[in-house]
């Protein structure tokens, strides 16, 4: 028998009672922290210490349910999850991030990145990893594992949370290798296009300048043939050949405006215009042909019709042309009719519709969809009665919606078709002037205005800059004609040469040229220049019409543009122009009047709108410019630029010129805002020469 005695029993019993009391205290801080998984034990003084392991027991196996809960969540995530603490172990990591580091969840959790990763890896890592933690803000990095195959590009997220009194950092990433391909080929699908873009244009205006070189011969010197004392035979057969030659060319001009369009490099002005003046002008242009098939050709005005309207007079007059050149083609008999009506008038702008009726052989319903698309003809077959290439009326109707009009068409076959198009034109200062009854006389009933003498230009010294023996003699006899005396210069070397030596008022510059091209020669004119002084005007003379030619020449330093070929009309108005500039005049009055067949009234009433507009065309540039708007920058230039040209204001035409062609690239800002100064004093002179035309008429 065991022999206790009574102060054992009694150091035995205060042991148990201190055992239990440091139990209840263990029970008491895990119910704290984990109230929401056990309902908090009440041990008694003394407690029962089979109650008090039970309910461990009990909060151990809830602990260990909700863990797997927790780990069979992370690990139905379909992207790699993992979870570090403050020294960079981790602490938790799902499935896909064990697939992905090629690692077990036992040789992971416990661990830091540099125990099973690549030094760099684990190196960019840590990068990150402090740049969450000390920033507290969501950190997201892209990475991209070349090793594998096919690579794999990842885009990996970190941010800190806190949990338990305690911080971890969370971290996932997402695969992107699909969206980062389709990101590639589209972009190499771009660059694609572009390149193709690229060449088509390259292609283009090589094709315009190899096809318009010989045309300007044949057309030049056919003119020049027609000039001289022919038999009727003679004349009729040179007619023929100048009549085909202007069809040929018409036909490369529509493939030029239709690729323009397409690739988006076709502009559309806003200057005032005389739209009772153009519609006439254009009707009287087809007189003949229509005269030639026995067709009454008529237009009809408004009676109130604004005496100016702002809009594109060109690409107003070539759709025009194209439907009514259309109505006379395919009308035998009868009439074609051109009516004009004024529609809704909105504050600034006001739509004006225009349609052209004719009794032709009309268009079937289910062709009408089609003759808006290009190539597309009523008639495409072998056999066809009328020629054309299919451009036409695509040409019209996207021209039209560059205006922001529409256009359509109703017909019947056998009794006619009706081309209708409304375009929005821009309101003007002037008041509208009461017009004749509608004129429904035939167009030759309207008399023609009678034709100004030529410009005395004087004689000048001019240096022509060509390479083709064709076109050397064309503009040889051309300018002889004129009175003036021609240096010629075949290659751009000895153009540079004529120029620097002095003694020269114009050079006529081909842009194409051996040894030296005619930007080149001509941006060393204007360096030498700006080194010794002196202005020689250098006129572009090319066969490279594309959108841009012009503004690149302009922008080397050339003081004006002729496409070839070159008739001897537009010659004669550059070279009166550069009488004018010879003579240090600011604009070109008489030029001017010629060009508007000598409405002198016209002329005064266009030079006060824009003695009014002109400012705020002006503020609306520097307001651009201050605020870095290089688009609305370059539309306001624009706009000036259109203005100018009507007055031959050719150091304020250049200024804004180049002033548009430094707002087009990248870094042209800083000079823009250069040239605005120049533009300013340009303008003011251009303001006082129109001011005092104004008070001397």
């Known amino acids: 028998m065991l022999d206790i005695s009574s102060a054992e029993l009694t150091g035995a019993n205060d042991q148990l009672r201190a055992e239990a009391a440091r139990q209840g205290e263990v029970l008491h801080s895990l119910q704290a922290s984990l109230g929401h998984l056990a309902r908090p034990a009440d041990p008694r003084a003394g407690g029962d ?56 969840r036992a040789e992971i959790e416990g661990r830091t990145i540099d125990q099973f990763a690549s030094r760099t890896w684990a190196g960019q890592s840590h990068e990150e ?99 001289s004392a022919l038999a009727p035979q003679q004349r009729e057969d040179i007619e023929l050949v100048k009549g085909s030659a202007d069809a040929l060319l018409t036909i490369i001009d529509d493939i030029l405006d239709f690729s323009k369009i397409e690739a988006g490099k076709l502009d559309i002005d806003d200057v005032p215009f005389d739209l009772g003046k153009l519609v006439r002008e254009t009707v009287r242009s087809l007189d003949l042909p229509a005269r030639r098939k026995g067709l009454a050709l008529a237009c009809e005005l408004p009676r109130h019709l604004p005496r100016a309207m702002k809009g594109d007079p060109g690409r107003l007059r070539q759709v025009l042309i194209n439907l009514l050149g259309n109505a006379i083609k395919f009308t035998s008999e009868g009439a074609v009719t051109l009516t004009v ?3 809704r008038a909105l504050e600034e702008r006001c739509e004006v519709e225009f349609a052209v009726r004719d009794t032709g052989i009309g268009i079937a319903p289910d062709q009408q969809t089609l003759i808006f698309d290009a190539f597309s003809q009523v008639d495409g077959s072998t056999t066809r009665q009328y020629g054309g290439t299919g451009l036409g009326l695509a040409i019209c109707r996207r021209l039209v919606i560059l ?64 390479d083709n023996p064709v076109n050397q003699r064309l503009a040889l006899r051309l300018l002889e004609k004129m009175g003036h005396r021609v240096t010629l210069a075949d290659n751009g070397i000895d153009a540079l040469d004529h120029a620097l030596r002095g003694g ?32 020689v005007p250098v006129v572009a003379m090319t066969a490279r019409a594309m959108q841009g030619d012009r503004e690149r020449c302009l922008e080397a330093g050339m003081d004006d543009y002729l496409s070839k070929p070159v008739d001897s009309v537009r010659l004669r108005e550059v ?3 550069c009488h004018g500039q010879r003579a240090g005049a600011v604009i070109d009055w008489d030029g001017a009047l010629l060009r508007l067949d000598g409405d002198r009234e016209l002329l005064r009433e266009l030079a006060a709108l824009f003695i009014g507009d002109g400012p705020h065309l002006r503020d609306s540039l520097e307001q651009a410019l201050a605020a870095g708007d290089g688009e609305a920058a370059q539309r306001a230039a624009h706009s000036l630029q259109g203005v100018l040209v009507n007055f031959g204001a050719r150091r304020a035409i250049a200024c804004s010129e180049r002033m548009a062609a430094s707002l087009r690239d990248a870094g042209g800002a800083q000079l823009a805002r250069a040239l605005a100064h120049d533009l300013a004093a340009a303008l003011d002179e251009v303001y006082a020469a129109l001011d005092s035309r104004l008070a001397s008429a």
């Open 403 to 466: 205006m922001h009009g529409d256009i359509s068409v109703s017909s019947e076959p056998g009794r006619g078709s009706v081309f209708r198009f409304t375009v929005p034109l821009g309101h003007s200062a002037a008041t509208p002037t009461p017009a004749p009854a509608p004129d429904r006389a035939r167009a030759a009933a309207v008399p023609l205005p009678a034709p100004l003498p030529p410009l005395p230009v004087g004689r000048l010294h001019i240096v022509l800059a060509e």
């Open 341 to 343: 009506t004024m529609r």
């Open 129 to 227: 990893d402090q740049r969450a933690w000390s920033s507290g803000q969501m950190v997201t990095s892209e990475r991209r594992l070349g090793h594998l195959d096919p690579p794999v590009d990842l885009v990996v997220n970190r941010i800190v949370i806190r949990s338990g009194g305690e911080s971890y950092l969370l971290g996932f990433s997402i695969d992107v290798s699909e969206q980062r391909a389709a990101r590639d080929a589209m972009q190499r699908a771009v660059e694609s296009a572009q390149a193709a873009s690229r060449a088509k244009s390259d292609f283009l205006a090589n094709m315009s300048h190899e096809i318009r070189t010989p045309m300007n011969g044949i057309l030049g010197m056919t003119e020049l043939v027609l000039e």
């Open 49 to 104: 210490l089979l109650g008090l392991t039970r309910a461990l027991e009990q909060l151990v196996r809830q602990r260990e349910s909700t863990r797997e809960l927790t780990e069979q969540i992370l690990d139905q995530l379909p992207i790699p999850v993992f979870l570090k603490d403050r020294q960079g172990r981790f602490v938790r990591c799902n499935r896909q991030f064990q697939q992905f580091a090629r690692h077990s």
């Open 575 to 577: 070279l009166a122009r």
């Open 504 to 535: 020269v008022d114009l050079v006529l510059m081909d842009v194409q040229m051996p040894g030296l091209d005619g930007m080149s020669a001509t941006r060393s004119i204007r360096q030498w220049e700006a080194a010794h002084g002196g202005h």
